[in-house]
């Protein structure tokens, strides 16, 4: 079974300030993709980035990037030039793209980290 | 813009009592997903469905049920509400699998959270 693990509860950076949110998964699949869903207060779950495994290149939106290791399945979330309104849950997700099987088609989600930005 | 509507923000119930929750999408989306959010749990994957009236069970769908008669409308059941099943409760959707990019991208509701005395 896929596990994704986000080993930081909180964290807390200071506006403007550049903050990097951990992830790991573990899993046997080759292929998959990868997620950074952002939970505001109070507010809808948005997605805030998006990685294929197979792709080398680390996605980037904006201020938000992601470092991508394959080989040590992890998959960070960067945040620079931090906001206040970057204040939310952050929650790391993993989906398989191999059809068949019990797991095709859902996401497995990480515990979350909760981010506090400091004015 | 998708819209993903939970019809309560805040819900209190009894214990026994059967509760519903629904959730509408308005973006003609095959794929309907219940998720309970739990601190420390994250989200775990109860029940979702690949289209009308087809349903499959997720990670922990014990205690629950659901029902999509209409594509926009997929509902949560709990036949006899306990304690453990305070929480956040979160409804997304998506597109078919195998539609482009946007396969990949979940839309979720502002959720409901339930409690159950």
């Known amino acids: 079974a896929q596990t994704v693990t986000q080993s930081q509860p909180e964290m807390s950076v200071q506006e403007a300030e550049t903050v990097t949110l951990s992830c790991t998964y573990d899993?046997?699949?080759?292929?998959?993709?990868l997620f950074w869903y952002k939970q505001p207060p109070s507010r809808q779950m948005i997605l805030v980035i998006r990685q294929e495994a197979y792709k080398q290149q680390n996605a980037t939106e904006n201020r938000f990037s992601v470092n991508f290791q394959k080989a040590a399945k992890s998959f960070s979330l960067k945040i620079s030039d931090s906001q206040l309104g970057d204040a939310a849950m952050y929650f790391c997700?993993?989906?398989?793209?191999?059809?068949?099987?019990?797991?095709?088609?859902?996401?497995?989600f990480g515990q979350g980290t909760i981010l506090t930005v400091h004015p | 813009d998708v819209k993903v509507t939970q019809s309560s923000r805040y819900l209190v119930k009894r214990t026994g009592e059967k509760v519903f929750l629904e959730c509408v999408q308005d973006m003609d989306h095959e794929n309907m997903f219940w998720y309970r959010q739990d601190p420390g749990l994250g989200l775990r994957l109860i029940y979702f469905?690949?289209?009308?009236?087809?349903?499959e069970k997720g990670d922990i769908p014990e205690g629950y049920s659901v029902s999509r008669e209409k594509k926009e409308r997929f509902s949560l059941i709990l036949e006899s509400a306990s304690t453990n099943q305070t929480s956040m409760y979160l409804c997304?959707?998506?597109?078919?699998?195998?539609?482009?990019?946007?396969?990949?991208?979940?839309?979720f509701g502002a959720g409901t959270r339930l409690s159950v005395l």
């Open positions: 469905s690949y289209d009308v009236k087809m349903k």
């Open positions: 997304a959707s998506r597109v078919g699998l195998g539609v482009g990019v946007a396969k990949n991208i979940q839309y």
């Open positions: 899993t046997s699949e080759s292929d998959y993709y």
């Open positions: 997700a993993y989906r398989i793209t191999r059809r068949g099987g019990t797991s095709y088609g859902k996401l497995t």
